[in-house]
């Protein structure tokens, strides 16, 4: 098969198709995972430099600091900055339906708002898959009012839940408008709906308040040419009815913590979305050794490879805490062993032994 540009080897899987071989690219790569690697490099320096797949950005929100570690973002809420490169919400904006009346979110057609994207557009359109991080209808809900907070409102306050998930559905479909206007190629979204045990809430309870809106924004997403990949940890199978029903393109990252097997979701799902995922970030990424890093990239490329429709990447992110010789001897398993008509029945034996 002729070579393709790892934009073309991306937009192929998620139409769920087979490419020259299994793309990869990660949501996170810690600074501290990435410089004992590439010392120095930004992500997309590291992007360019190691071969992944896809140069991923988000709608610019401005912060101002506030305190050591600490930032209010453009949506009013207090951030704070700890280990990993996300930021933890610490002092939510909105409690009440009063609150909400008088709440105004940033402005989706802002100047700044995608001057990120538009340099990664300038600069690598065509080569590399370009993704947007946008959102669907928990995490503004959450971020606005505090996880707990939200959680409980959705048995006590189920009005202002329906309005903070219509607020998320409008302003990321807008969002959606101008990432696609701005040369985007796809959206991410990574509104997490579950932990391992299951659900955050009862499937009645997403069908009613969540569902509508869900379905709706993914509808404008695709209205304006951007396939959409899902992420949410967790078991999120008493879900799957719905999640099927809303037409995702792609599904992230099948968590291994919760249950989720990637082999059953292939042989189930795979005319339905593509797969993206699951070595584990928990565990093997971690402390595991070389050989089982391997051994487990494998795993997934046996299980989930045949056909194609599938991006093989952690079962998360490569946080601050994942080994760095272990997310090389992962990318480095997956160029090697990845490559189309798959063989099954490699023998990939020692593999490991160069990242030890």
Same mark, same amino acid.
Request: charged share 20%; proline share 5%; glycine share 8%.
């Given at each position: 098969?002729?070579?393709?540009?790892?934009?073309?080897?991306?937009?192929?899987?998620?139409?769920?198709?087979?490419?020259?071989?299994?793309?990869?690219?990660?949501?996170?790569?810690?600074?501290?995972?990435?410089?004992?690697?590439?010392?120095? /490099?930004?992500?997309?320096?590291?992007?360019?430099?190691? %071969?992944?797949?896809?140069?991923?950005? +988000?709608? !610019?929100?401005?912060?101002? =600091?506030?305190?050591?570690?600490?930032?209010?973002?453009?949506? %009013?809420?207090?951030?704070?900055?700890?280990?990993?490169?996300?930021?933890?919400?610490?002092? +939510?904006?909105?409690?009440?339906?009063?609150?909400?009346?008088?709440?105004?979110?940033?402005? /989706?057609?802002?100047?700044?708002?995608?001057?990120?994207?538009?340099?990664? #557009?300038? *600069?690598?359109?065509?080569?590399? +898959?370009?993704?947007?991080?946008?959102?669907?209808?928990?995490?503004?809900? *959450?971020?606005?009012?505090?996880? =707990?907070?939200?959680?409980?409102?959705?048995?006590?306050?189920?009005?202002?839940?329906? @309005?903070?998930?219509?607020?998320?559905?409008?302003?990321?479909?807008?969002? /959606?408008?101008?990432?696609?206007?701005?040369?985007?190629?796809?959206?991410?979204? %990574?509104?997490?709906?579950?932990?391992?045990?299951?659900?955050?809430?009862?499937?009645?309870?997403?069908?009613?308040?969540?569902?509508?809106?869900?379905? *709706? #924004?993914?509808?404008?997403?695709?209205?304006?040419?951007?396939?959409?990949? @899902?992420?949410? !940890? %967790?078991?999120?199978?008493?879900?799957?009815?719905?999640?099927?029903?809303?037409?995702?393109?792609?599904? !992230?990252?099948?968590?291994?913590?919760?249950?989720?097997?990637?082999?059953?979701?292939?042989?189930?799902?795979?005319?339905?979305?593509?797969?993206?995922?699951?070595?584990?970030?928990?565990?093997?990424?971690?402390?595991?050794?070389?050989?089982?890093? #391997?051994?487990?990239?494998?795993? #997934?490329?046996?299980?989930?490879?045949?056909?194609?429709?599938?991006?093989?990447?952690?079962?998360?992110?490569?946080?601050?805490?994942?080994?760095?010789?272990?997310?090389?001897?992962?990318?480095?398993?997956?160029? +090697?062993?990845?490559?189309?008509?798959?063989?099954? !029945?490699?023998?990939?034996?020692?593999?490991?032994?160069?990242?030890?």
């Amino acid at each position: 098969m002729k070579e393709m540009t790892s934009a073309e080897r991306v937009m192929t899987v998620l139409r769920r198709g087979e490419p020259d071989r299994i793309p990869h690219f990660e949501w996170i790569i810690d600074q501290k995972v990435r410089h004992a690697l590439c010392p120095g /490099a930004s992500t997309e320096e590291f992007t360019v430099r190691m %071969g992944l797949d896809a140069m991923l950005t +988000a709608p !610019d929100f401005t912060t101002v =600091q506030i305190a050591p570690k600490r930032f209010r973002n453009e949506w %009013g809420s207090v951030v704070e900055k700890g280990e990993e490169q996300h930021s933890t919400v610490v002092q +939510a904006v909105i409690q009440t339906l009063e609150d909400f009346e008088t709440y105004q979110a940033p402005d /989706a057609f802002a100047p700044h708002r995608f001057a990120s994207l538009k340099k990664l #557009v300038a *600069r690598y359109k065509g080569k590399y +898959a370009i993704g947007v991080h946008l959102n669907d209808v928990l995490s503004i809900p *959450r971020n606005l009012m505090g996880f =707990q907070e939200l959680m409980m409102a959705l048995c006590t306050e189920p009005e202002l839940v329906a @309005k903070l998930v219509k607020m998320s559905v409008d302003l990321n479909i807008q969002l /959606a408008g101008e990432a696609a206007r701005h040369g985007a190629d796809f959206v991410f979204t %990574g509104d997490d709906y579950a932990s391992c045990q299951g659900p955050f809430m009862s499937p009645e309870t997403f069908r009613e308040l969540l569902y509508p809106g869900l379905k *709706r #924004v993914v509808k404008g997403f695709h209205d304006h040419g951007m396939p959409v990949i @899902k992420h949410t !940890d %967790g078991n999120i199978m008493p879900l799957m009815e719905m999640l099927l029903d809303v037409g995702f393109d792609c599904l !992230d990252p099948i968590d291994p913590l919760g249950g989720m097997d990637i082999a059953l979701m292939k042989r189930t799902f795979s005319q339905a979305f593509a797969l993206k995922g699951n070595v584990n970030c928990a565990t093997t990424l971690v402390n595991g050794t070389a050989e089982e890093v #391997v051994s487990e990239t494998l795993g #997934v490329i046996r299980a989930a490879a045949a056909g194609g429709g599938l991006i093989v990447s952690s079962s998360n992110s490569i946080h601050s805490s994942v080994a760095p010789l272990n997310y090389l001897a992962m990318l480095s398993t997956i160029k +090697a062993y990845g490559r189309y008509p798959i063989k099954l !029945d490699f023998d990939a034996s020692g593999a490991g032994e160069a990242f030890s």
